[in-house]
C-alpha cells in the first residue's frame, strides 16, 4: 500500500500528466477551430457544463470524449497533488531544515488544489444564460421569480460598423471612436415584478448584484428595423463562489512568487555581498 502511495504521490507522475494534459488541451484547441465541432464547443461556454453536458440537443460524442478525458486528466493529477501533499510534503515541513520554505510549498499545493475542486462546483453551481439578443423594452425569464429587462440601448457610434465583419470593425473601433462610457445598455432586475435592482452595463463593466452578474457581450443590430435601431447580446450568470474562487486565485499566484524570491534567495549559486559565490552551502 505505501509502495502505491509513493508512486501516486511521486514527481515522476506529476510531469507525465502534465505533459499529458497539455497535449490534451491542443486537441481542445484544434476541436474548436474544427467547422464540425466548433458549434459544440460554443455551445459547452455559452452554459453551466452539467446542462451542456446533459443537453441531448447540442451533444457531440467527440466533444463530449475530450471533456471526459479533460476530466479523468485532472482526476488523475488531482490524486496526485494530494498523496504529494499528505505524505511527502507533510513530513518535510515539520523535519526539514529549511520549514519556511516548505510551509509556503504545503500551502500552495492546498490552494491548487481549492482552485481544482473550485472548478468543478463551478461546473454545476448557480446558471448561466449567454448571448442572449435583447431589444428595447424585452425581458428574459430568469430561475425564481427574477426578470431581467432592458429599459434602453446607447450606442453612440455610426451603425455602419455594425452592418461590417466583426473583425474589421474591431480594427477600425479605436478609443477615439468607441467610448465606454457613452455607449451602454440600461437593465433593470425584478423578482416577481418588484425591482431589486437597475443600472448601466458598459462594455468590460458588467453589473453586479450580490452572485448574479449581467455582462454586455456586443450589440447588433436590429433586423427589419427601418431606423437602424440598435440592441444588445448579454449574459446573465449567478455563481455565489465567483469572487472567492478568483480571490483564491490571486491568493496563489502571490505565494508562487514569493517561493520563487525565497528559492532565489536560498540558492546556491546566490550572489554574495562580497560580490562574489558561495559554492559551499
Same mark, same amino acid.
Given at each position: 500500500?505505501?509502495?502505491?502511495?509513493?508512486?501516486?504521490?511521486?514527481?515522476?507522475?506529476?510531469?507525465?500528466?502534465?505533459?499529458?494534459?497539455?497535449?490534451?488541451?491542443?486537441?481542445?484547441?484544434?476541436?474548436?477551430?474544427?467547422?464540425?465541432?466548433?458549434?459544440?464547443?460554443?455551445?459547452?461556454?455559452?452554459?453551466?457544463?452539467?446542462?451542456?453536458?446533459?443537453?441531448?440537443? @447540442?451533444?457531440?460524442?467527440?466533444?463530449?470524449?475530450?471533456?471526459?478525458?479533460?476530466?479523468?486528466?485532472?482526476?488523475?493529477?488531482?490524486?496526485?497533488?494530494?498523496?504529494? @501533499?499528505?505524505?511527502?510534503?507533510?513530513?518535510?515541513?515539520?523535519?526539514?531544515?529549511?520549514?519556511?520554505?516548505?510551509?509556503?510549498?504545503?500551502?500552495?499545493?492546498?490552494?491548487?488544489?481549492?482552485?481544482?475542486?473550485?472548478?468543478?462546483?463551478?461546473?454545476?453551481?448557480?446558471?448561466?444564460?449567454?448571448?442572449?439578443?435583447?431589444?428595447?423594452?424585452?425581458?428574459?425569464?430568469?430561475?425564481?421569480?427574477?426578470?431581467?429587462?432592458?429599459?434602453?440601448?446607447?450606442?453612440?457610434?455610426?451603425?455602419?460598423?455594425?452592418?461590417?465583419?466583426?473583425?474589421?470593425?474591431?480594427?477600425?473601433?479605436?478609443?477615439?471612436?468607441?467610448?465606454?462610457?457613452?455607449?451602454?445598455?440600461?437593465?433593470?432586475?425584478?423578482?416577481?415584478?418588484?425591482?431589486?435592482?437597475?443600472?448601466?452595463?458598459?462594455?468590460?463593466?458588467?453589473?453586479?448584484?450580490?452572485?448574479?452578474?449581467?455582462?454586455?457581450?456586443?450589440?447588433?443590430?436590429?433586423?427589419?428595423?427601418?431606423?437602424?435601431?440598435?440592441?444588445?447580446?448579454?449574459?446573465?450568470?449567478?455563481?455565489?463562489?465567483?469572487?472567492?474562487?478568483?480571490?483564491?486565485?490571486?491568493?496563489?499566484?502571490?505565494?508562487?512568487?514569493?517561493?520563487?524570491?525565497?528559492?532565489?534567495?536560498?540558492?546556491?549559486?546566490?550572489?554574495?555581498?562580497?560580490?562574489?559565490?558561495?559554492?559551499?552551502?
Amino acid at each position: 500500500m505505501n509502495r502505491i502511495i509513493s508512486r501516486l504521490a511521486s514527481f515522476s507522475l506529476a510531469f507525465y500528466l502534465m505533459g499529458a494534459l497539455v497535449l490534451w488541451l491542443f486537441l481542445g484547441i484544434f476541436l474548436a477551430r474544427c467547422p464540425a465541432t466548433d458549434p459544440a464547443i460554443h455551445q459547452m461556454n455559452q452554459k453551466l457544463i452539467l446542462d451542456w453536458l446533459f443537453d441531448a440537443e @447540442t451533444m457531440d460524442w467527440r466533444v463530449v470524449g475530450w471533456f471526459l478525458g479533460f476530466c479523468l486528466l485532472n482526476l488523475f493529477l488531482f490524486v496526485n497533488l494530494a498523496a504529494c @501533499t499528505a505524505t511527502s510534503l507533510w513530513n518535510r515541513m515539520f523535519f526539514n531544515n529549511d520549514k519556511t520554505k516548505k510551509r509556503l510549498l504545503f500551502v500552495i499545493h492546498g490552494l491548487i488544489a481549492l482552485i481544482m475542486i473550485g472548478h468543478l462546483a463551478n461546473m454545476g453551481i448557480g446558471y448561466k444564460y449567454s448571448w442572449i439578443k435583447m431589444a428595447p423594452g424585452d425581458s428574459f425569464a430568469l430561475p425564481n421569480g427574477a426578470a431581467l429587462t432592458v429599459s434602453d440601448v446607447n450606442y453612440a457610434v455610426p451603425v455602419k460598423f455594425l452592418k461590417m465583419d466583426r473583425h474589421e470593425a474591431r480594427k477600425q473601433l479605436g478609443r477615439e471612436i468607441f467610448d465606454i462610457k457613452e455607449n451602454y445598455v440600461s437593465v433593470r432586475l425584478t423578482r416577481y415584478n418588484r425591482e431589486i435592482a437597475k443600472g448601466n452595463l458598459y462594455m468590460l463593466k458588467p453589473l453586479r448584484v450580490g452572485p448574479l452578474r449581467v455582462t454586455l457581450n456586443r450589440f447588433f443590430l436590429l433586423e427589419n428595423s427601418r431606423q437602424n435601431s440598435v440592441g444588445a447580446i448579454l449574459t446573465v450568470s449567478k455563481n455565489p463562489i465567483h469572487e472567492a474562487f478568483f480571490l483564491i486565485y490571486a491568493f496563489t499566484i502571490v505565494c508562487l512568487l514569493i517561493y520563487l524570491i525565497t528559492c532565489k534567495q536560498a540558492s546556491p549559486l546566490s550572489p554574495q555581498k562580497n560580490g562574489g559565490i558561495n559554492l559551499n552551502q
